[in-house]
C-alpha cells in the first residue's frame, strides 16, 4: 500500500521565507523588515544628527571634522539599526562634538545635537 506522500496528497514544504503556521487557532506574527521602535528623545537625536552631518559636508575639512562625522554616522545607523544610540555612542559622540568646537558652535545643528545628547546621557 502506498503512503500519502507516494500518492503526492501529504504536504509538501520546500522552502519557506517568512512566517507562517499550520493547524488550527495558531497565529504568526512577522517583523521582517520592521523599523524599531524609537522613542521622541532618540527620535530628535537622529532628526539632529542628519542635519549637523548635512552642515558639515559644508565645512572645512580637517581632523576633528572628520571625527565627528564619522560618530554621527555611526550614530544615525545606531538608531537607525536598533531604535536608540547606547551610552558608549553617546559619549564618544560627546568627545566628537567637544573636539570639533570651534565649527560646531557655529552651527545651530551642533547646538541641538549638543543638547540632544546631553538630554540622553545626562549632563
Known sequence: MATADERDNGIHIGSVRGAFAIGNHNTVTHNEGAAPAVDPAQEELLRA???LRDDLSRAVPSPQIAALSS???GTEAEITDSGAAGPGRLS????ALTDAGAVVGL????????????ALAGG
Open 92 to 95: 564618544r559622540l560627546r568627545t
Open 107 to 118: 552651527l545651530a545643528s551642533g547646538t541641538a545635537v549638543g543638547q540632544a545628547v546631553a
Open 49 to 51: 544628527v542628519r542635519e
Open 71 to 73: 560618530e554621527l554616522a
